[in-house]
């Protein structure tokens, strides 16, 4: 358990509600790690089809762009992925997180 209270990675629930808080980890598999377990939580949240799922969309782009903006679009393009494809219609594009990974979300329009 040593190895787990080292990891020293924030709480995905916490990040969703603040997403200007997030901090792009300087090591790839933290970033792995902490993208992974935001889309699901926001995936899982938006699932339940409640006045939540909005939220946990909008800030779940704002940390994957967050982590494309410090040229880590590959790390973050499962994670985008797996958001992109719990998008419900009303939800609005990231258009400005979109454009880091090309051709690759193109479908998502």
Known sequence: MAW???LD???PAYLLEHP???KVPEKLDSVFVVLDGVSTLA???????DQHG????????QIINAVCEAD???VALSAAKKLANARKPEFTLPHKT???FGDIL???E
């Open 4 to 6: 787990f209270k080292q």
């Open 72 to 74: 880590m679009q590959d």
């Open 54 to 61: 909005p939220g946990a969309w909008d800030a779940a782009w």
């Open 20 to 22: 200007r808080k997030f």
């Open 106 to 108: 193109a479908g998502m």
């Open 43 to 49: 995936v899982n949240i938006i699932a339940q089809n």
């Open 9 to 11: 990675l924030p709480d």
């Open 98 to 100: 979109l454009k880091h």
